[in-house]
């Protein structure tokens, strides 16, 4: 239920890892040396290059004229189109570590980011800790809906709900163990929207459960969909309402379940993100 990319250096990166590629039957080296082509293969070098050039004529060409459509994120046959996952060009809204971030664009896109931001917070282990909760309620949610939402929330993480998670009153774990909330948003899609309003479903995966040597509710992984209806308050976008439901989930992977403190040590050295497309 939480609030809330280096690259391997050992492919070859900087002249390090290159292979030197030998022409066949003989040891001429490519990078220094390699025998100058004739005129036949200069000439069947430009008949190749003006085939590519033809090729990214005709792709410029379709593109342009696809352009029409291009507001929608489904092309022909229902399929979803390129754009639909590539990156907008719009500048993310501004965040400061640890803080939910705010300032969202008012249109579709702002709604999804502020969508997946706040998914991450309403499925996560500060929610759970009274002495967040009504913080975090006050930064979510549209103002006249936080008290009934208090006093929802409350009734619902109440002492007994908690200490079936190992955690005490205040929502926290007991020595030695750590509990882990963490929501990670895989993607977001508009169902409705208007100049003020805005639903958003946010599919997610995400970890669950308490870290421990002797933990009886060891950290799983699970995966659900979030449905916010989203509301332009106060020049940004806030939560009106929300729900879940179970899936689309995949085929369990392989991998090999790791220890209470490895997972222990992951939740507490790697933070969150913040989501904008």
Same mark, same amino acid.
């Given at each position: ?23 066949p ?16 293969s ?6 190749? +290059? ?7 004529a005709?792709?410029?060409f ?48 702002g709604? $999804? ?28 949610f549209?103002?006249?809906? $936080? ?13 007994e ?7 005490d ?11 882990v ?24 995966t ?5 870290a ?6 060891? +950290? ?23 729900? $879940?439901?179970?899936?689309p ?6 991998d ?11 939740? $507490? ?9």
């Amino acid at each position: 239920m939480s609030l809330g990319d280096d690259q391997d250096g050992s492919g070859g990166y900087g002249g390090t890892g290159q292979t030197r590629t030998h022409l066949p039957g003989g040891t001429t080296d490519v990078y220094g040396g390699a025998r100058r082509p004739g005129r036949s293969s200069s000439r069947s070098l430009v008949t190749v +290059v003006g085939v590519i050039v033809l090729l990214i004529a005709a792709i410029a060409f379709a593109n342009r004229g696809g352009d029409d459509s291009s507001s929608s994120e489904v092309g022909a046959g229902g399929q979803p189109r390129a754009t639909s996952t590539a990156a907008s060009g719009t500048k993310p809204v501004q965040s400061t570590p640890g803080v939910i971030p705010k300032g969202y664009a008012h249109d579709a896109q702002g709604a $999804q980011s502020a969508a997946a931001n706040y998914a991450t917070v309403l499925v996560s282990a500060d929610i759970l800790k009274p002495a967040r909760r009504a913080e975090l309620v006050q930064q979510v949610f549209v103002t006249d809906k $936080q008290a009934a939402l208090n006093a929802k929330f409350d009734k619902a993480y109440s002492a007994e709900f908690l200490s079936k998670l190992g955690l005490d009153q205040n929502g926290d774990a007991a020595a030695g163990h750590t509990y882990v909330s963490r929501t990670v948003p895989i993607g977001t899609k508009v169902t409705s929207a208007s100049d003020t309003s805005a639903a958003v479903e946010v599919w997610c995966t995400g970890l669950y459960g308490t870290a421990g040597a002797d933990s009886t509710d060891p +950290v799983t992984s699970d995966w659900f969909t979030m449905t916010l209806q989203m509301r332009w308050a106060d020049s940004d976008w806030k939560v009106d309402s929300f729900s $879940q439901k179970d899936g689309p989930a995949p085929v369990p992977g392989d991998d090999k379940a790791s220890s209470a403190d490895e997972m222990a040590k992951a939740a $507490q050295e790697y933070g969150g993100f913040t989501y904008a497309r």
